[in-house]
């Protein structure tokens, strides 16, 4: 339905009885999304702002439904969080970025790390572990060469979330704290946990020559992971003046349209394999 919003603007507003419906319909096309071939991974590289060199990738899920088009993750995974189905599709995802890993080595490229979201749900199961110890296994990439990144919820809302990621830490995977200082401001984790990582939020690096405070927030988050001798990685670098800005403050790896949109497992070959 069409409907009149204060400022006179019509916008689309379904019906809650239409939105329970596309919700449904949604949930489940996406039950059956793996068995049907629609899904598949996107990979965006992580650089080295000084040299251009590549320093990892980080695996993004797409979902290509015949009907429905690209529907983006951010619809998609608060419904397969919310439907159970994270576990199969997180399962799903870690597996295929660790097999392109070792298809991009047998084409010649070596990409030094991946990088792979994890969903708090993921971790409310217990088999985390066993699940990325086993995908490792099975797909024969080092565990060095994978890290992990999960946001401060996953740590600050799961009961046995030291557990799990001390557990994970232990089999040789890395940890990055995804969109970091847009969650829980609790810091007092960082210094228990073994963190490798800290991505610093898109929304902080947006308005970083504008913005006093958006400045501010990244340098603390900077000298934090120096101080604490951490990496940290910016996320949504999408101009050399951001990007100068993060070298002048001692931050030198981003991830970003500047560099580098996601890219097909093809692309990112021809792209970079020189
Ligand atoms: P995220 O983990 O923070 O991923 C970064 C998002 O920023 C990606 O959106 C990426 O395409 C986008 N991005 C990267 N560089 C730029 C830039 O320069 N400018 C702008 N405007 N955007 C940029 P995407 O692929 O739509 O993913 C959205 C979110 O969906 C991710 O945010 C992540 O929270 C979630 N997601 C994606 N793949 C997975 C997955 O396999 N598992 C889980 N659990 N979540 C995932
Ligand atoms: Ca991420
Ligand atoms: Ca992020
Ligand atoms: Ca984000």
Redo the contacts with the bound molecule.
Sequence with gaps: AKARGRNGYSFYTPSMTGEGVERLRLETFLRRSIEKDEIF??Y?PQVDIDTGALVGV?????WNHPELGLV???RF?PL??DTGF?NQ??QW??RE?CRQMVRWQEAGLVVPKIA????V??FERGSIVNMVADTLHETGLEPARLQL?V?ESVIMNTDDAMVFINDLHAIGVGLAI??FGTGYSSLAYLKQLPVQTL?I??SF??DISTDVNDEAIAIAIIQLGKSMNLSVIA????TTQQAEFLVRHGCHLA?????S??LDADVMLTQWKK
Excluded: C, F
Excluded at 58 to 62: F, G, I, P, Q, S
Excluded at 116 to 119: E, M
Excluded at 255 to 259: E, I, M, N, R
């Design positions: 991974l996107n965006q980080e695996a993004l899920v797409r983006p993750p951010i995974i397969a969080e994270i599709l997180g995802v870690l970025a792979v979201n994890l969903s749900k993921q990144e946001t995804d969109d991505k939020d898109r690096i947006k996320e949504g670098v999408e991830q970003g349209y500047l560099y949109k996601p």
